[in-house]
């Protein structure tokens, strides 16, 4: 669902003295909400118009750097503004910041007026616009599962890395009187988002030492997408609240499993009807959902730079710890990179399990979306189903390595070029070389304590 504030009750609320705060936010190629605080009494008067940014916004790294090379901004160009043109269906409460409203917003050109081709939020727009002309509705489900530590970010930030505490001290998969310790942040953290309009499910506890799971309902792509970034901030922001900090690295420790973020994927009829079922078929597929599947396991290995963006992302890829390594379909097997689930029912859907929860929601979801209607359109036939072991067969199609591999094959994508254009898949290459460039040139903790006194 869409955000749960009119404009008309926001101004209602400002008069009452209730609301004095708009969090105005744009996305980042990051996936992070970048924006300003509004006080609520301008936003109302005119403020909700639109606003400006920077356009290096989608032109620099997690540390904010200003990365030479790309196109759309930087010196050589005077790094110019963006407008910001808040999306007033998607205003909300945020019950855990006092006075606090949110409404997200699209990067459009400061002078056409139009949609940056490379934000995130317009690229899986566009996405959707293509599945709608082809007669279908795509919804999209992500999960996100996240690390708690009982160090704050303070703590942290002076030092505590090396002494991450995390909130449990066990696998707590599943369990009930392990999760009822930390319900304090989870109990604030559900009834947080519910009351923001995010239809939460479930919290859980995950397959390691202090780590957790939140689900919320399935939705159109876009809002998927949407709440995603939201309960991302939401659960960061709750925890700091609380003196703990949590971690959405794909993968913060070798010894501990990672975190994914699953996509499950289906396509409904422009009169709601399910496109992917059929009672008939031996798993319950119809032909539209083969054919989408196909084209997602055809063009997997050259979309996974944006299921995969970081260097840090291909360390969850490991045997035996429920991350795939395998990019093939099977019917409720956890070892392929997709799986299918809700068999015979009007549910049925495509699980992608090969991104990490440091994903980009926008672009992993619209890199998906592509492929799947590219198997549509050009009718692909899909490959048998493989059972059994994927990570013990050999000769299958493989996840990549790093993301050098991973984003060789994205700029030599053709698929990912007519869909999406040029500008942005040179844009993204950039991203992704620039990061193999940083993480290069980075002396680590490995290396000191394995060379500093043996080399």
Request: charged share 25%.
């Amino acid at each position: 669902m869409p955000g749960n504030l009119s404009f008309d009750a926001l101004k209602e609320a400002v008069a009452r003295g209730e609301i004095d705060t708009v969090v105005v936010a744009g996305i980042d190629m990051q996936g992070r909400l970048m924006g300003k605080r509004f006080h609520a009494a301008f936003f109302v008067e005119g403020g909700w118009k639109e606003t400006h940014c920077c356009n290096y916004l989608l032109a620099v790294d997690m540390e904010m750097t200003t990365v030479p090379g790309y196109k759309s901004a930087g010196w050589e160009q005077g790094y110019g503004d963006y407008v910001l043109k808040p999306d007033l269906a998607t205003m909300r409460p945020l019950p855990w910041l006092p006075g606090t409203v949110l409404v997200l917003g699209d990067l459009l050109d400061h002078h056409t007026h139009e949609e940056v081709a490379i934000s995130p939020r317009a690229i899986l727009k566009r996405q959707v616009a293509r599945a709608r002309a082809l007669g279908f509705d795509p919804m999209m489900a992500t999960e996100l599962e996240f690390y708690i530590f009982e160090n704050s970010y303070e703590n942290l930030r002076d030092g505590g890395l090396r002494d991450l505490r995390p909130i449990s001290a066990y696998n707590e998969d599943y369990h009930v009187f392990q999760t009822t310790k930390e319900e304090g942040l989870m109990r604030a953290v559900r009834n947080g988002l519910y009351k923001a309009g995010i239809p939460v499910e479930n919290t859980k506890g995950e397959a390691d030492s202090g780590q957790h799971e939140v689900n919320y309902r399935y939705s159109d792509a876009l809002d998927t997408a949407d709440n995603h970034v939201i309960v991302k901030e939401a659960v960061r922001e709750i925890a700091h609240a609380q003196g703990k900090s949590v971690t959405f690295m794909a993968k913060y420790d070798h010894r501990k499993a990672g975190s994914s973020s699953h996509i499950h994927q289906s396509l409904w009829t422009l009169d709601g009807k399910p496109a992917f079922a059929d009672p008939a078929d031996e798993h319950g597929m119809s032909p539209v959902m083969k054919q989408f599947l196909a084209g997602q396991l055809a063009h997997a290995r050259e979309i996974t730079a944006f299921l995969a963006p970081y260097v840090n992302s291909y360390k969850r890829f490991c045997i035996g710890l429920f991350a795939p390594t395998k990019a093939v379909w099977s019917a409720d097997n956890r070892t392929a990179g997709f799986r299918i689930c809700g068999e015979h029912t009007k549910a049925v859907r495509v699980e992608c399990r090969i991104p990490g929860s440091d994903v980009n929601p926008y672009l992993a979801c619209a890199a998906l979306l592509a492929a799947g209607l590219a198997g549509i359109e050009q009718k692909l036939e899909l490959e048998p189903e493989m059972k059994g072991d994927m990570y013990n067969t050999a000769n299958i199609r493989e996840i990549p390595h790093n993301l050098r591999e991973a984003a060789e094959l994205l700029r030599g994508s053709a698929m990912l070029r007519a869909a999406f254009g040029d500008e942005v898949v040179d844009h993204y290459h950039h991203a992704a070389q620039w990061e193999i460039l940083e993480t290069d040139r980075v002396v680590t903790d490995f290396e000191l304590q394995r060379l500093l006194e043996r080399a």
